[in-house]
């Protein structure tokens, strides 16, 4: 369904079609799963990113927590900010998946 994005009439509803992915983050022994939404919006905001992604689980818990994520024009590079947010800051959670 290729015009999907054409059945939103309200912008403020911020209509979005959801991509999902799901990566390993190795840490040590364990190798922890992280799944990523991508939200692909019908309007892009007001800097022109139509995609904008988040993780399930937080990095960085002791110190500073942090829920890694990522805008742009293009699911790739939305995707792609994420998963280097997940990547910067270890995982402190306790167990993996």
Same mark, same amino acid.
């Given at each position: 369904m290729a015009e999907w994005h054409l059945i939103e009439t309200q912008p403020a509803d911020e209509f979005a079609q $959801?991509? $999902? /992915? #799901?990566?390993?983050? #190795?840490?040590?022994?364990?190798?922890i799963e992280f799944q990523i939404t991508v939200y692909?919006?019908?309007?892009? =905001?007001?800097? #022109?990113?139509r995609f904008f992604?988040?993780?399930? !689980?937080?990095? =960085?818990? !002791?110190?500073? %927590? /942090?829920? %890694?994520?990522g805008w742009g024009p293009t699911l790739l590079d939305a995707l #792609?900010?994420?998963v280097k947010s997940i990547n910067r800051f270890p995982y402190e959670g306790g167990t993996g998946t």
């Open positions: $959801l991509h $999902l /992915f #799901s990566i390993k983050k #190795s840490q040590g022994d364990q190798a692909e919006y019908a309007n892009r =905001n007001k800097l #022109s990113m992604a988040q993780a399930d !689980k937080q990095v =960085n818990q !002791k110190t500073a %927590p /942090f829920t %890694p994520f #792609s900010e994420c």
